[in-house]
Nanobody
Framework: QVQVVESGGGLVQAGGSLRLSCAAS????????MGWFRQTPGSDREFVAT????????QYADSVKGRFTISRDNAKNTVYLQMNSLKLEDTAVYYC???????????????????WGHGTQVTVSS
């Protein structure tokens, strides 16, 4: 069982930055790929970024590539999403997710994740 809790969302002006954090419980955290997804009202939850358990693999959605950076600190059981050059279209609820089983690579599909946080709202204003 893994529990994940997101934090760090808020209101920011376009062009600004935010850093989201995802604190995870469970002794297997260091062996889990982790992911960030986001969702706006009326839309499906979409992939944002993923990181392998050792951090050697990271993948990003094309819409955030070059602006967002995912990282992790296994000693703190925490995954981060640094978001720079934020755009209006980045406004969404951001979710952290963890899979059931250890996996050494990256996981980009929503269906590959089993545990989800409650989300943190990010609002980008003009």
């Amino acid at each position: 069982q893994v529990q994940v809790v997101e934090s760090g969302g808020g209101l920011v002006q376009a062009g600004g930055s935010l850093r989201l954090s995802c604190a995870a419980s469970g002794r297997t955290f260091s062996r889990l790929a982790m992911g960030w997804f986001r969702q706006t009202p009326g839309s499906d939850r979409e992939f944002v970024a993923t990181i392998s358990w050792g951090g050697g693999c990271t993948q990003y959605a094309d819409s955030v590539k070059g602006r967002f950076t995912i990282s992790r600190d296994n000693a703190k059981n925490t995954v981060y999403l640094q978001m720079n050059s934020l755009k209006l279209e980045d406004t969404a609820v951001y979710y952290c997710a963890a899979p059931l089983a250890p996996f050494s690579g990256c996981l980009v599909l929503k269906g590959q994740y089993d545990y989800w946080g409650h989300g943190t709202q990010v609002t980008v204003s003009s």
